[in-house]
Each structure stands twice: as C-alpha cells, then as structure tokens.
C-alpha cells in the first residue's frame, strides 16, 4: 500500500466541515511534505508527527511521502489533525490496515512521545460526524465537553498506540461515557434588589416578550444588579437552545464549558472592547461577544463610553438574530439573537436629577453625551426605564423583602407559552407580517398610538415596536387582545430623550 485516506473535521465559522486526509509514499528523494495551503501550525505538525511515530517503533520510511489536506481553500488552523495524518502515513506505508480508518474522523494533536493533547472545538466537529454516520475519534480530554449532548458517543484515546490497536483489531478504544454534570450554580435573585419596582416590572416585560432594555439611573441605583438577574428570569433553554450557545462558545476564544450546559449566557464586555470582539473576527474568525450571548443577555455597561462605531454594528445582529463576517471569497454567518440590557448615567457626572447630590454638567453636555447612542440604535431598545436613587430606608433594609426571581420566572413563563401557542416566537421577534394578525389594537388604542406618534415624533419602526410591548403586558395579564392600558404602559417605556 502506498496511498491511504482518512477523515477529519476543520473548524468554519460554527461549522465543522469534513476535512479529507491523503498520505501518498513515492521513490524520490526522502521529503515529508503538507500540501492544502496549511497554515504554520500545520507545518508544525510535520515534526510532531515523525517525532510521535518514530519514538512508537514505527518505521518512518526515508521516502517522499506527501500528505494532502482537501478542500484546500479551507482555512485549516491548529494542531488537530496531527493524529490523522500520522494514521494516513502508517496506513500508507502498510504500518496499519486501510479499510477501518476510513470509518472514522479523527481529531487531536500529538506529542513528540505520542501522547494525544485535546483540542479546540470539538463540538460541532462531534455533531457533524453523527450526521454523517462515522464515529468520531478524540483525544480522552475533550471527552468531557461532550458529555451533555445526547446520542453523541466517540470513542477515546491517550496515545497514538491505543488508536493503532484499535485500528488493527487488538483493543478496542473505549467509548467517552457521559460525565455527570455538577449542579447548576445558584444564579443571583431578583429577591436581592431593593426597590426600583418600576425597573423590575420593565425588566420582567424584557423577559417576557425578548425585548431589549436600556436602564438610566445615576450610580449604584441598582442597574447592574437588575441585569444581572434577567437570565434569572427567563424559561429555561431547550436542547436545540443549549446546543447552538454549546456550539458558539466551543469555537470561541471562551471553549465550552459543560458546567454552563444550558445556562443562558450573559456577557458583560467592557466599554473599550474593539468591533472585533464585540461582533467577531480574525483571519478565521471566531465569534464575537454579541454571539457569546446568543440566547442569552449582552449587558452593556456605560453605553455612551462604548465608540460610536462598535455600536452601529450592533443594529444588524439586533434586527437580524445573526451576524455575517465577510472574509476573501467567503461569508460566515454567526448566530446572535441576544437580549440587549443597557446601561447608563443620565448625564456625564451622573447626578442629573439626584435628589441629594448636585449635577455640575451643562446642558449642551448632557445633549452630547445622550447624541453618543444613535437614534436608529436606540429606537430598537423597546424599553427605556429612569431609576431613581433608592429612599434611605430602603438601603437600611426595613422594607419587606422584594419578589424571587422563581416567582418572576412563573409569570414570565406562562407568558412566553402564550406566545409560543400564538405565534411561535416571542413577541420581539415577530415580523411585520404577523403584527396585524397577532397585535391588532382596538380603536381607543389606535388614536393613542396616533397621538402618542405625533406627540413623541414617534418613527415607524418605534410604533411598530410599542404594539409588541403592548402584547407583551397583555400575555402577562392573560389577556387576548391588547387593551388600551397595555399599550398605555408601553409608551410609558418610551425615549426620556
Ligand atoms: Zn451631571
């Protein structure tokens, strides 16, 4: 034999498309070469490889030998395929049997003694094989990370030597057995925050309906503590939910962690981070922030701090639920569809309005630091919610104890079944089509939208928006149909601007 092939997965966006490994001997000066347009980490791999194999007692033949990676415009970055390609080698020089490798897609890096190191991402690499009827091979590492995903069961492995006597039938590669998984930490309660009962009812609406929340108050009336809790209060994930942020964060920066299996993520980057890692990048880029808060909260802290130009990028992924990042040839498409919570003083100081203490900003310096957030940007927050700073009495803790997050998550839920029956989305997310099947307002609310539109110079897309508000304090009360109180309310969370 002196031509052998075997599988593997790169890493594309959340993708893991299948990678084809070909390892040809030839007669011909002795040369190990990697032709596919590998990337230096590859190149790198040349070593390990005859390192591993040569330190096992396995002959690497002083002959041409080439290995191939296809498709070769794909981007293939990392140390992942070391193992397979010093398979295809060993199959190539009749070191090892060619058919069975063919059964399998391998992954992971090899030590100069053959031992297998873990690697990125393995995850969508692990759905995919599934679908495509192979059984994956991994590092025993990685193992864990795949332990909450169902009907997924690759076989393991710690050294080049095991996967070898699996491949030539003498063992068998034991298969990765889920791991339990600890108990979820107590996530902080609603319980916690004193007052701001008005922030808490606009918080719970948030929930309910997936609408965006911006909160302006001066320090410490308890903005962050209100964000932080959200995910607190909003329905558990569904498996389809947990696997696609489960995806997300395996081939972020982050990796996944399968203690946060099917906790809604909330990610809280701070005001100076790049467009880059707000919305993803690289030369093979990863996902950005606003993907790491896919199906969960993006809380962004001190909005007028963030640049104006990181900001813009955000009004794609809040309108679409996705994010394109254009590279050469190609475009990938990250999921994004994240509850915007943000956050920020009325004015530069932060004392505007402060009953106590006084605001020394002028007020063409108030205008400059509200102009800093769009109007396009701020038109789809539906929310906007003043708090005021908390009565002392309050802060001494006299003052009965506020609602749990458990009691919140009920009403929440019950509302977002609703939806679910109604439309199958939440009420953020329905399309202009389904606004006069599933929002139709009776005629008193009809003239209080025209009026509160002539009024407040209200835009299309804000009216649009406050009819879907309504509905969501109408599921909350139960109710069918949008009553002019609901919609009353809604226009009461419209721009302090
Ligand atoms: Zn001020």
Redesign the pocket.
């Known amino acids: 034999m002196t031509h052998a092939i075997g599988y593997s997965r790169g890493r594309l966006g959340v993708e893991a498309p299948l990678v084809i490994i070909e390892a040809h001997v030839s007669s011909g000066l002795p040369r190990f070469s990697l032709v596919g347009l590998p990337e230096a980490a590859v190149r790198e791999s040349r070593d390990r490889v005859r390192s591993a194999l040569l330190q096992n007692g396995f002959v690497f033949p002083p002959r041409r030998i080439t290995v191939n990676l296809a498709p070769a415009e794909l981007p293939k970055d990392g140390s992942r395929y070391d193992l397979a390609i010093a398979l295809c080698i060993l199959a190539a020089t009749g070191q090892l049997p060619p058919e069975p490798l063919r059964q399998y897609e391998i992954l992971g890096e090899l030590a100069l003694d053959g031992q297998l190191r873990s690697v990125r991402g393995v995850l969508p690499a692990a759905l995919s094989t599934d679908r495509d009827g192979r059984q994956l091979v991994l590092p025993a590492r990685n193992a864990t990370e795949l332990s909450p995903i169902d009907r997924v069961a690759p076989l393991t492995a710690t050294h080049l030597t095991e996967v070898c006597a699996h491949l030539n039938g003498t063992a068998r590669l034991p298969t990765a057995v889920p791991v339990p998984l600890p108990p979820p930490a107590e996530s902080r309660d609603l319980a916690e925050v004193q007052g701001q009962a008005r922030a808490r009812r606009a918080l719970e609406i948030a929930a309910a309906g997936r609408h965006h929340l911006l909160l302006v108050g001066p320090p410490g009336t308890g903005k962050t503590l209100l964000a932080e809790r959200l995910t607190g209060i909003l329905p558990p994930m569904s498996q389809e939910e947990a696997r696609e942020s489960a995806v997300v964060a395996a081939v972020a920066h982050t990796g996944f962690n399968p203690a946060h299996w099917a906790l809604r993520p909330f990610r809280a980057p701070h005001h100076s981070i790049t467009r880059a890692a707000l919305i993803g990048g690289g030369l093979n880029p990863r996902p950005g922030e606003v993907s790491l808060a896919h199906n969960g909260v993006l809380f962004l802290d001190e909005l007028p701090e963030f640049s104006r130009g990181t900001l813009e990028v955000l009004r794609e992924p809040l309108e679409s639920g996705s994010i394109i990042i254009s590279r050469a040839a190609r475009q990938l498409e990250f999921p994004a569809r994240c509850q915007l919570v943000a956050a920020m003083?009325?004015?530069?100081?932060?004392?505007?309005g402060d009953p106590e203490r006084?605001?020394?900003?002028t007020a063409a310096?108030?205008q400059r630091y509200r102009h800093r957030i769009s109007g396009p940007l701020l038109d789809r927050i539906d929310l906007h919610v003043l708090l005021p700073r908390l009565p002392a009495a309050l802060l001494t803790g006299l003052a009965p104890t506020p609602e749990s997050s458990a009691t919140v998550r009920a009403r929440v839920s019950a509302a977002v079944a609703l939806q679910q029956r109604r439309s199958c989305v939440p009420n953020a997310r329905l399309g202009d089509a389904a606004l006069d099947r599933d929002c139709p307002l009776d005629p008193a609310s009809v003239r209080m939208l025209v009026a509160a539109a002539r009024r407040m110079a209200l835009s299309g897309r804000v009216l649009q928006h406050l009819r879907l508000v309504a509905r969501t304090i109408a599921d909350l009360e139960g109710a069918t149909h949008i009553q002019s109180t609901h919609l009353a309310e809604a226009i009461s969370y419209r721009p302090l601007t």
Not at 345 to 352: D, M
Not at 358 to 361: L, R, V, W, Y
Request: charge should be negative; aromatic fraction near 8%.
């Open positions: 003083n009325p004015c530069p100081c932060g004392y505007l006084d605001c020394n900003c310096q108030v």
